[in-house]
């Protein structure tokens, strides 16, 4: 069996406090593994970006433990966090996210030079990393002009480019046409057959269900339920 690249155990969030206390996770357990694509499904509000948050160790949990690699993030400094961030999780967002005054190379070198490496080194990472999401023809370009879909995958090349252990995308195809959706997912799909990362798709989009080895459920701050999906790699 592969191993989980990330794990939540018994993992419960609360948010504000007095009236406005809110139990947004409530004993959340599940596991990604290398090689998979598993999608996390259920309505708004049901606490889908609070778990993405918490498992990429931007938020840290009110209860259970984070495991990265097998290492928990439970008493993890700050610095160690966002040393686990830049080294194992890379993010896909619904927005991008991309600097408008960086062109396509230079928005996926952000995830490179925090790292202090060679600017040499980090240029033909980044141009590697746009080649396997199909924008060869495109690492000069600045994201005024790049469509859409072309502005998420250079988001989806930087999450890649440092050889992230697991991709957390959060909505990645809502602000997509069915068609810039299929291929973003399509991309997303190979990075997880690429058999050393594991992919977790936030999303409501039931269209997105053809490309998971798995979906899991979540309503109220409680996984549901669990199903296998019908993938195939």
Request: a positive charge; charged letters at 25%; glycine letters at 10%.
């Amino acid at each position: 069996m592969t191993e989980a690249v990330i794990e939540a155990v018994d993992v419960a969030k609360v948010l504000g406090t007095g009236a406005a206390r809110v139990q947004a996770l409530n004993g959340i357990s599940l596991s990604v593994r290398s090689g998979e694509l598993a999608l996390l499904m259920g309505p708004s509000g049901s606490g889908k970006t609070t778990l993405l948050s918490i498992l990429g160790c931007i938020l840290t949990p009110t209860a259970g433990t984070v495991r990265v690699l097998g290492r928990s993030t439970e008493g993890a400094k700050p610095e160690d966090l966002a040393k686990l961030r830049r080294d194992h999780i890379g993010f896909v967002f619904q927005t991008y996210h991309l600097f408008p005054t960086l062109n396509a190379t230079d928005n996926v070198r952000l995830a490179l030079d925090v790292r202090d490496k060679r600017p040499r080194w980090t240029t033909g990472k980044a141009r590697e990393a746009l080649t396997q999401v199909g924008l060869a023809h495109k690492v000069r370009a600045y994201p005024r002009e790049l469509s859409s879909g072309q502005q998420q995958r250079v988001a989806i090349a930087r999450a890649i480019v440092g050889n992230a252990s697991i991709i957390l995308a959060d909505e990645p195809t809502a602000a997509l046409d069915s068609e810039n959706g299929r291929a973003i997912m399509e991309i997303l799909n190979a990075v997880a057959r690429g058999g050393s990362r594991g992919v977790l798709v936030v999303t409501h989009d039931p269209r997105l269900v053809a490309f998971a080895d798995r979906i899991i459920h979540i309503e109220d701050g409680r996984i549901v339920r669990e199903e296998r999906g019908t993938a195939r790699g």
